[in-house]
């Protein structure tokens, strides 16, 4: 009713001021322009007449039906190149007096809170067929773009080339809006989806997690609706499977369901959808009227069901009928640096090597290839710029064009030959079941939402309740552990004494006891512990666990080549080694040596430590604990802050060595406005974030006293951060190896390299040493 009675407005403004013009001129050529007077009374009432035209022009923009939708080369769901359907044809808008307060209106209609930004010149770019907006000049109060002031539909002297693009806020009204309804006579406002879900069915599936199977449905105004399945296609089922965080989709038994549904009335969703199969999201697919499910029925009186493949991630915790439903085949891709589950810097395997993918032409179907290759769903979102920290190594894949249907990363077509760097590195954040684990765990009491005391839902006495965790060898491991499951992040600080942070009373009894985790388990109860029966000396409360989750964290890796290209042997005087020896950086057979006459002979090199990650890389204590060392008169900021081994082939250890940070500076940075650390002057210690501390072969402790090993073939293992003391987003690049060659006399040290960078080592250190593959490392 509203819009008939706006057009019926605008009819008769038009019909009025038509009439008035045609009065106007009858007039004019009876009497003729007598007076300078008449002619400005003239242009007054002209200017009157075109007035009123233009306000039933703007009247008519008001009803006119638009759809919008972003697209082109973009990252996420929420930027893109803005494209306008109307009158059949979808056509893009050209960026000339393009402003904040019209990309805030298109954001809105498409469903965002607000626009953050917006590109001109076509960045995402360009589009095909008509230009149909130019000049569009809205206020920001509008309610569709097509209420805005432009030069009129498809008038335009613009080019592809000046397409204009969006970037909206990553808060969303609640539910979704389809992209291609409106090509299928949809209205507008009956675009606006709640929620979707997968409902489980029958007894066990309702109840447990994640959900694998069962009805999709549809809540709209309120209310949720099941789709027929008529028009229902396998193409649907695996875009349905991937939002949820299922790689795939698999048949299931329709003659129980069938049975089941025959039992039940079920109220019908009124549309259709209908998807390519390569789309990361429902609300990309089209949506149409359904004949099938008119009046609130279904023709073949079923409603849609999907059944959906549990990925590796998820499959290794499930059941053995779940984890059968996958291949168990390792991938040839992997996820580094992220600090969610699904998340991450992606590497791929090439010629036996760990490499990076670059960020040209990264986008939403490679990403979601990538996604659905680690096991996860489809990719929520296509990181460029090293978002997820630098890599190390090759760039393998670069310029990665994908169908959204292939196997593998590595099956897209790519380009080997363009030049391309760390900072353009791409990564990846994936859609991932609904474990339900951050349901048993809560952090109370603190400042923020990312710290507080740690409160689990464990099983005590034949039932659930909330209680703390013993805080006995409580560290970042397990705090890790916590922050990931609760989807904050990194854990920054693993807190021992919570008497700051006021819990729940009810919960002060500790539940949880001998908690002992890798550091990449999902959940907290994956971890080792006492089960029912606690050890806790400290008996909780004030002494309870507590953590600290931070969103960005450092990433040290070591420069391979710098250690091979500085290793050498030196025979010094133990008289000259006084300080050496009072930081136990001799071997113990030094000790009792008559100085004067006796030498040691020292393995020296340089270690260049990179921090690749996201924030500074701060030592745990703050100055006030450092530790003074008379003797070199420095302050040591971490008393093991790398460590030095030699090996035997088969991993013995037969010397070895440890530094201490006396000094953590910025050497030298990417740009020299990024240094924030120097140790004059009792300064601040730490590595910004792309920046490099060098610790010289020709100081004291950077070596490994040899003296006492025999000529062979041995290892040499240099551990950055060993103690996991501060915060990494990856601990598996914090080793170096190299193969060494000692006669006695010389040392050649070859084939230095970053641990876990080769498949042939992955495989032996995954076998004996699971911890290095998942962000931990285990002593040789």
Same mark, same amino acid.
Request: hydrophobic fraction near 35%.
């Given at each position: 009713?509203?819009?008939?009675?706006?057009?019926?407005?605008?009819?008769?403004?038009?019909?009025?001021?038509?009439?008035?013009?045609?009065?106007?001129?009858?007039?004019?050529?009876?009497?003729?322009?007598?007076?300078?007077?008449?002619?400005?009374?003239?242009?007054?009432?002209?200017?009157?007449?075109?007035?009123?035209?233009?306000?039933?022009?703007?009247?008519?923009?008001?009803?006119?039906?638009?759809?919008?939708?972003?697209?082109?080369?973009?990252?996420?769901?929420?930027?893109?190149?803005?494209?306008?359907?109307?009158?059949?044809?979808?056509?893009?808008?050209?960026?000339?007096? /393009?402003?904040?307060?019209?990309?805030?209106?298109?954001?809105?209609?498409?469903?965002?809170?607000?626009?953050?930004?917006?590109?001109?010149?076509?960045?995402?770019?360009?589009?095909?067929?008509?230009?149909?907006?130019?000049?569009?000049?809205?206020?920001?109060?509008?309610?569709?773009?097509?209420?805005?002031?432009?030069?009129?539909?498809?008038?335009?002297?613009?080019?592809?080339?000046?397409?204009?693009?969006?970037?909206?806020?990553?808060?969303?009204?609640?539910?979704?809006?389809?992209?291609?309804?409106?090509?299928?006579?949809?209205?507008?406002?009956?675009?606006?989806?709640?929620?979707?879900?997968?409902?489980?069915?029958?007894?066990?599936?309702?109840?447990?997690?994640?959900?694998?199977?069962?009805?999709?449905?549809?809540?709209?105004?309120?209310?949720?609706?099941?789709?027929?399945?008529?028009? !229902?296609?396998?193409?649907?089922?695996?875009?349905?499977?991937?939002?949820?965080?299922?790689?795939?989709?698999?048949?299931?038994?329709?003659?129980?369901?069938?049975?089941?549904?025959?039992?039940?009335?079920?109220?019908?969703?009124?549309?259709?959808?209908?998807?390519?199969?390569?789309?990361?999201?429902?609300?990309?697919?089209?949506?149409?009227?359904?004949?099938?499910?008119?009046?609130?029925?279904?023709?073949?009186?079923?409603?849609?069901?999907?059944?959906?493949?549990?990925?590796?991630?998820?499959?290794?915790?499930?059941?053995?009928?779940?984890?059968?439903?996958?291949?168990?085949?390792?991938?040839?891709?992997?996820?580094?640096?992220?600090?969610?589950?699904?998340?991450?810097?992606?590497?791929?395997?090439?010629?036996?090597?760990?490499?990076?993918?670059?960020?040209?032409?990264?986008?939403?179907?490679?990403?979601?290839?990538?996604?659905?290759?680690?096991?996860?769903?489809?990719?929520?979102?296509?990181?460029?710029?090293?978002?997820?920290?630098?890599?190390?190594?090759?760039?393998?894949?670069?310029?990665?064009?994908?169908?959204? /249907?292939?196997?593998?990363?590595?099956?897209?077509?790519?380009?080997?030959?363009?030049?391309?760097?760390?900072?353009?590195?791409?990564?990846?954040?994936?859609?991932?079941?609904?474990?339900?684990?951050?349901?048993?765990?809560?952090?109370? +009491?603190?400042?923020?939402?990312?710290?507080?005391?740690?409160?689990?839902?464990?099983?005590?006495?034949?039932?659930?309740?909330?209680?703390?965790?013993?805080?006995?060898?409580?560290?970042?491991?397990?705090?890790?552990?916590?922050?990931?499951?609760?989807?904050?992040?990194?854990?920054?600080?693993?807190?021992?004494?919570?008497?700051?942070?006021?819990?729940?009373?009810?919960?002060?009894?500790?539940?949880?006891?001998?908690?002992?985790?890798?550091?990449?388990?999902?959940?907290?109860?994956?971890?080792?512990?006492?089960?029912?029966?606690?050890?806790?000396?400290?008996?909780?409360?004030?002494?309870?666990?507590?953590?600290?989750?931070?969103?960005?964290?450092?990433?040290?890796?070591?420069?391979?080549? =710098?250690?091979?290209?500085?290793?050498?042997?030196?025979?010094?005087?133990?008289?000259?080694?006084?300080?050496?020896?009072?930081?136990?950086?001799?071997?113990?057979?030094?000790?009792?040596?008559?100085?004067?006459?006796?030498?040691?002979?020292?393995?020296?090199?340089?270690?260049?430590?990179?921090?690749?990650?996201?924030?500074? /890389?701060?030592?745990?204590?703050?100055?006030?604990?450092?530790?003074?060392?008379?003797?070199?008169?420095?302050?040591?900021?971490?008393?093991?802050?790398?460590?030095?081994?030699?090996?035997?082939?088969?991993?013995?250890?037969?010397?070895?060595?440890?530094?201490?940070?006396?000094?953590?500076?910025?050497?030298?940075?990417?740009?020299?406005?990024?240094?924030?650390?120097?140790?004059?002057?009792?300064?601040?210690?730490?590595?910004?974030?792309?920046?490099?501390?060098?610790?010289?072969?020709?100081?004291?402790?950077?070596?490994?006293?040899?003296?006492?090993?025999?000529?062979?073939?041995?290892?040499?293992?240099?551990?950055?951060?060993?103690?996991?003391?501060? =915060?990494?987003?990856?601990?598996?690049?914090?080793?170096?190896?190299?193969?060494?060659?000692?006669? +006695?006399?010389?040392? !050649?040290?070859?084939?230095?390299?970053?641990?876990?960078?080769?498949?042939?080592?992955?495989?032996?250190?995954?076998?004996?040493?699971?911890?290095?593959?998942?962000?931990?490392?285990?002593?040789?």
């Amino acid at each position: 009713m509203e819009i008939a009675d706006q057009q019926k407005e605008t009819d008769r403004i038009g019909e009025y001021s038509q009439s008035l013009l045609r009065g106007w001129l009858k007039w004019q050529r009876m009497c003729g322009i007598l007076c300078v007077f008449h002619h400005c009374l003239a242009l007054v009432l002209v200017h009157w007449v075109l007035e009123l035209l233009c306000m039933a022009e703007v009247k008519g923009q008001q009803v006119s039906r638009i759809q919008l939708r972003l697209a082109g080369r973009r990252k996420k769901g929420n930027e893109g190149r803005v494209e306008v359907y109307y009158d059949g044809e979808w056509g893009t808008i050209c960026d000339d007096d /393009f402003s904040i307060a019209t990309a805030n209106v298109i954001c809105k209609e498409l469903g965002f809170l607000h626009a953050e930004n917006w590109v001109p010149g076509a960045k995402y770019g360009r589009g095909k067929g008509r230009i149909w907006i130019d000049n569009v000049r809205c206020t920001g109060s509008e309610k569709s773009l097509a209420a805005c002031d432009s030069n009129g539909w498809g008038v335009t002297d613009c080019k592809h080339t000046e397409d204009a693009g969006v970037v909206c806020s990553e808060q969303r009204v609640p539910g979704f809006r389809f992209a291609n309804a409106l090509d299928n006579n949809i209205e507008e406002e009956q675009l606006q989806v709640q929620d979707v879900r997968i409902k489980g069915v029958f007894g066990s599936s309702r109840k447990r997690l994640p959900v694998t199977e069962g009805y999709v449905q549809v809540k709209q105004d309120g209310e949720w609706k099941q789709i027929c399945d008529t028009d !229902w296609t396998a193409m649907n089922s695996r875009v349905i499977c991937g939002m949820f965080g299922f790689p795939a989709e698999k048949g299931y038994n329709t003659k129980i369901y069938k049975i089941f549904a025959s039992r039940k009335r079920h109220t019908y969703w009124q549309y259709n959808i209908n998807c390519m199969g390569n789309e990361a999201h429902l609300s990309s697919c089209s949506l149409g009227h359904s004949e099938a499910s008119s009046n609130g029925s279904c023709v073949s009186h079923m409603p849609v069901i999907v059944s959906c493949v549990a990925g590796r991630p998820i499959a290794a915790l499930s059941t053995t009928r779940v984890r059968k439903a996958f291949q168990t085949e390792r991938p040839l891709i992997r996820l580094r640096g992220g600090p969610r589950i699904g998340e991450g810097r992606v590497e791929v395997m090439k010629n036996g090597q760990w490499g990076t993918v670059c960020d040209d032409r990264w986008n939403l179907q490679a990403a979601s290839v990538a996604c659905r290759e680690l096991g996860f769903g489809t990719a929520k979102e296509a990181l460029t710029g090293a978002r997820m920290g630098k890599g190390i190594g090759m760039t393998h894949l670069k310029q990665v064009s994908c169908t959204g /249907f292939e196997s593998s990363l590595t099956a897209c077509q790519f380009n080997q030959n363009n030049l391309c760097g760390h900072n353009e590195d791409a990564a990846v954040r994936c859609n991932i079941p609904d474990m339900g684990f951050e349901k048993q765990i809560r952090l109370v +009491g603190g400042r923020t939402p990312f710290e507080g005391r740690v409160e689990v839902l464990a099983k005590r006495n034949g039932g659930l309740r909330w209680g703390t965790v013993c805080n006995s060898n409580w560290g970042l491991m397990e705090a890790m552990v916590v922050c990931r499951q609760l989807g904050l992040g990194f854990a920054d600080h693993a807190v021992q004494e919570t008497w700051f942070w006021g819990g729940d009373p009810s919960a002060d009894e500790v539940v949880m006891s001998g908690v002992k985790c890798s550091g990449t388990e999902l959940s907290l109860f994956q971890c080792l512990h006492h089960g029912e029966e606690l050890d806790c000396p400290n008996r909780g409360g004030q002494f309870a666990a507590g953590v600290s989750c931070t969103e960005a964290a450092s990433d040290l890796v070591l420069n391979p080549r =710098v250690v091979e290209e500085t290793t050498y042997l030196e025979n010094r005087p133990l008289s000259m080694l006084a300080c050496a020896m009072e930081e136990n950086c001799l071997s113990s057979t030094a000790v009792g040596l008559p100085p004067l006459s006796s030498f040691r002979r020292l393995l020296r090199f340089s270690s260049q430590i990179h921090n690749n990650g996201e924030a500074d /890389f701060r030592p745990k204590a703050g100055r006030h604990a450092w530790v003074w060392h008379e003797c070199h008169r420095h302050y040591h900021s971490m008393e093991v802050f790398t460590t030095y081994d030699l090996l035997l082939l088969n991993g013995t250890r037969v010397a070895e060595g440890h530094k201490a940070s006396f000094c953590l500076e910025d050497t030298e940075c990417d740009s020299e406005d990024q240094k924030n650390y120097q140790c004059d002057n009792f300064g601040e210690q730490g590595i910004t974030a792309g920046c490099w501390d060098t610790y010289r072969h020709d100081i004291d402790c950077q070596w490994i006293d040899v003296t006492d090993v025999s000529p062979g073939e041995y290892v040499l293992q240099v551990v950055i951060n060993p103690n996991f003391e501060v =915060v990494e987003s990856d601990y598996s690049n914090n080793v170096v190896k190299c193969r060494c060659k000692y006669d +006695g006399h010389r040392i !050649w040290a070859y084939n230095c390299h970053v641990g876990g960078s080769f498949s042939s080592e992955s495989e032996e250190i995954f076998d004996h040493f699971p911890g290095l593959m998942n962000n931990h490392l285990s002593s040789w």
